[in-house]
Structure formats: structure tokens, C-alpha cells
């Protein structure tokens, strides 16, 4: 049987600044979506500054008015990505297969002899000794729990979900605290009458099991490549969604190239507290690792519900459909100038690290 493990990065926007500042370490910090100290929001504070009250998706205002020697950064994406990739690499190298849960989420599928407990303390070790950041790690026998795990000993924890407390951590688990329950489906489950996920597994004990099938097995290569990000809180400015649509999208096209791959579909996925989960591919005629045609198909397929301008809190990206394709041959001449441009930004990045070139529009999202 195999179990997962679950890697959380502790803070991770904030966490990274810090090491790159020691200055800043131990101090009350927050990432600010924009340079403007005064005029931003808070999408990352570091521990300091959430002992202090102050959390995601405040204003930086009122976070300077609970602490006025509060720290400021403007948030570097570019900064981040690089980070979040190489500890995907770190991962890949263990062997097992592996899944990009977000920018500051990895899931591991672990099979055969391997002790859990001391692989999740030799990654944990390895990520502080290479990056001067914390992870926290969960294990237990469903992705799920994994990540439930994750969370239960924030920073730096090392947690365990199986029958020996799997009872007492669900009993004392609300049921909106598990991962996936927020917004319309937690809320309508509590409206039941549910109110903690022992509660959910008495109802639903099939929602904490994994399905079944054979560990370890796995195809000669990725079957999607995705990327998704949680805004610090639900966001209605269209342009700010776009901004991210658009940077996903190159994060996505970044790794296809890398991989040699192209993708016929592309997905996307939009949660707010308003419109629940929503999720819509399309599968087109034509692979593409372009940043901007896979934009460009993200946006056509989110028009279907972008013209009710919803609140938006989660995006995500994903291409699948994958050919082994890394630059398509042209057939026009502008088609040609548009390689030759795929390949100047990577050689550009590749040298000088993800994200020194970038789309302007995706200045929204940094």
C-alpha cells in the first residue's frame, strides 16, 4: 500500500525574503502586492506578523496600524517560481512520482520500503539547508489527509494521520479548516449540520480513502502540467485576474518547453465564495507551449462566466493533451518570428533566472 507526503512550504512568499534578508529575520513582515506600502494588500505575512493579528488579504493600512515598525517588500513572483521550481527538482530526485499542488505545495506518492517519517525529515532537512526556508510535511494513506497533515504542526512540523489518531484529529478538525471546504461546499455540508470532519467521515467515510490503485506505476511522462495560485482574498478587478491568467500561463508554457512538450487542451479554474469551483477545458486543433496562445485559450475559456465578473479567490492553469513538441515547426513567417522569440526568452531566463523577462501586463501579479 502505498501513502502520501505532503509538502507545505511555511510562509513562503515572506519566508524567502527573509532569507534573502537576514535582516529581516524573526521580524514582523508582510509581502505587499504592490510597491506602494500605504496602497497594497497583504498577500504574505511572515510568522512575526501573524502572531500579531495581521493575515492575508488585509489592507497594508490597517496591518501598519497594528504594527506601525512593520516590515515591507514588494512581492517578486519571478523570485518565487525560481524557488518553488528548484524544490520540485529537489523532489524529483527521490524518484517516486510527484505532483505540483501549487507554487508552494508539492504531494508525493511513496511506495515500497521507504520509512515516511524519515524521508519527510531528510526533505525538510534538505530544503532549509538549500533555500534557508521551512517546510511543513504531512503523511497518511489519502492525498487529502496528507495535506490535513501538513497543517497540523505549522512551522517547520512533521505530522503523521493514521488509525492510531485518525479519529481525534478529524474530531477536533472543523470541517471548513479541511482543504477543498471553503466557500459554497463547506458551507452548504455545515448547513447539514456537519460541523467537523469526523462528522463529514461518519456521513462519508469514502471521501477520506484514495482510490484504489497500483503504487508506483507510472507513465513515461506527465500526463498535464498546471499551475494554480490563491489570491489573498476574493478579487473582482478583471485586470488583476487576467494579470494572473497571463502569469500562469507563462509559468505553465516555461515548464512545457523544458519538458520538450506541447499541449492540445488547456483548463481552467476559477473558485470564489460566490461561484464554487469552477472548471472548463478545451481541447483545440493545435499543440502550444506559447505563454500567450495558452492565454489567449484561458481567457476564451473563462469568458464564459468572466462576464459575470465574480469574485475570484483560486486560479489555475493546466495544460494536457501532451506531444512531445518542443518548439512546432512553422509553416509562416510570423509563426517563425514567434519561435524565435520562445527561444530568446528561454535562453534569456535560463541564464539569468525565470522571470527576468516577462509580460508587462503580469506587473499586476508581482
Known sequence: MSVFLHVDMDAFFASI???????????????????????????????AAKALGIHSGMSSREAFLICPNLEFVKADQAKYI????????????????????SIDEFQMELFGKVNPLDLGRIIKERIYADFNITASVGIAESRILAKLASKLDKPDGLSLIDASNFKDVLSRTCLDELPGMGGKTGAGLIKTGLKTCWDLYLNLPGFFKEDDK??????EGPKSVGHSYTLPDARKNPQVILAWIRLLSEMVSSRLRRQGLAGFTVAVRLAGPLIGDFCLQKTYKTPT?????????????????????????????????????????????????????LRALDSINNRYGDGSIYPAVTALAR
Open 17 to 47: 525574503e527573509q532569507a534573502v534578508n537576514p535582516r529581516l529575520k524573526g521580524k514582523p513582515l508582510v509581502v505587499g502586492s504592490r510597491g506602494k506600502r500605504m496602497h497594497t494588500v497583504v498577500c504574505a505575512a511572515s510568522y
Open 82 to 101: 525560481w524557488t518553488s521550481e528548484r524544490i520540485l527538482e529537489i523532489l524529483q530526485g527521490y524518484g517516486f512520482p510527484l505532483s505540483y499542488a
Open 214 to 219: 497500483n503504487p508506483g506505476k507510472s507513465d
Open 289 to 341: 507551449n506559447d505563454g500567450y496562445e495558452i492565454y489567449k485559450r484561458a481567457v476564451q475559456i473563462s469568458s464564459k462566466i468572466a462576464s459575470k465578473t465574480p469574485r475570484i479567490r483560486l486560479i489555475g492553469i493546466t495544460c494536457s493533451g501532451l506531444s512531445f513538441n518542443a518548439y512546432p515547426n512553422p509553416l509562416f513567417k510570423e509563426d517563425a518570428r514567434r519561435e524565435g522569440l
